[in-house]
């Protein structure tokens, strides 16, 4: 048994970007606009240069008292000693990476719109669950739609953090959170608009105003 706190808040999806430089200072800007973890998901870029951003990013966030969450790669996670790896489901199995990162690492799966499977990552022993897209993405077009009615059911048998992804703006933000949301993952309703750290802020204040979370549990 251990505690960690509780993925909550503002959780930040880096977007595809090339230039090392240019994603630090967008990331610092979602960071001092309040965000308390920072997923590092790069789909285009090749090993060498994920291997560049992921320890300039984690630096960053240590900086921040934030967590880098890394997408899809465990080994990548163990190597730089991220806080954890969030996983989809063509990944490797919730076991196998406990197995490399150890107790103490967070693990996050997507869930999709799939109750039971959220359940099932539960008794495997992920730390949070996401649900998505929920609303329309350009990141992923063709996501299935996650109902708001899934959280509030969710809520009343999970006991890991419920995540929402998917199309998420300052706009939709609320009504995530009243749903049963404990954190929102955005990517470019945050990176695609013209001041980050401000939409970073009215994020986590709308987040503040509607939010009925624990501070910690218990996993």
């Known amino acids: ?64 008292s934030a967590w880098l969450i890394i997408n899809d790669d465990v080994i990548l996670a163990n190597l730089i000693d991220a806080s954890g790896v969030h996983l989809g489901k063509n990944d490797c199995s919730i076991e196998a990476a406990r197995a490399q990162l150890g107790p103490k690492k967070i693990i996050g799966l997507s869930c999709y719109a799939q109750l039971n499977t959220a359940h099932n990552a539960q008794q495997r022993g992920a730390n949070y669950v996401a649900f998505g897209s929920v609303y329309p993405s350009p990141t992923k077009p063709l996501a299935s739609r996650a109902p708001l009615a899934l959280f509030s059911e969710a809520k009343q048998t999970l006991q890991i953090s419920l995540v929402a992804i998917g199309g998420i703006t300052t706009n939709n933000v609320s009504a995530l959170i009243q749903a049963g949301a404990d954190a929102v993952a955005v990517s470019s309703g945050l990176f695609n608009v013209p001041d980050i750290k401000d939409a970073a802020i009215r994020i986590n204040k709308i987040i503040a105003l509607n939010s009925h979370v624990e501070q910690s549990t218990t996993i």
């Open 1 to 64: 048994m251990f505690t960690i706190d509780r993925i909550k808040g503002l959780y930040a999806i880096t977007p595809d970007i090339a230039d090392t430089v240019l994603l630090l200072s967008y990331v610092r800007l979602a960071l001092e606009g309040g965000a308390s973890a920072i997923q590092y998901r790069n789909k285009t870029a090749n090993a060498s240069l994920k291997k560049e951003q992921a320890p300039a990013l984690l630096q960053l966030c240590r900086q921040y």
